[in-house]
Nanobody
């Protein structure tokens, strides 16, 4: 059974940091890219970042310079370090997996969909 399980969400104050983790199982982790998305109430889903199977990373402008994605292939885990957080970062954060090309298209252009999704973790940033 394929599983993506996010953890690390919570309540932080503006300017603080939070680290999310995505634990993957049930598929060949090394063959997939992992991406992070978020969805705030009343807003569309937003692609934030991805890391491909060969370690290439990407960040949306909204998080560039503040968020860092990393992968621990030995543990089948991808993390998202979020620094200098803002109230507008408040959302449910999801990790998802797909092939490299599908991930690039989904995150950068909103084309297509990811193969596997986690259930999400809530991040709230107070002002």
């Amino acid at each position: 059974e394929v599983q993506l399980v996010e953890s690390g969400g919570g309540l932080v104050q503006s300017g603080e940091s939070l680290r999310l983790s995505c634990a993957a199982s049930g598929f060949t982790f090394d063959d997939y890219a992992i991406a992070w998305f978020r969805q705030a109430p009343g807003k569309e889903r937003e692609g934030l970042s991805y890391i491909t199977s060969d370690g290439i990373t990407y960040y949306a402008d909204s998080v560039k310079g503040r968020f860092t994605i990393s992968s621990d292939n030995a543990k089948n885990t991808v993390s998202l370090q979020m620094n200098k957080m803002k109230p507008e970062d408040t959302a449910v954060y999801y990790c998802a997996a797909a092939s490299n090309i599908h991930t690039i298209l989904v995150v950068t252009s909103g084309i297509g969909d990811m193969d596997y999704w986690g259930k999400g973790t809530l991040v709230t940033v107070s002002s």
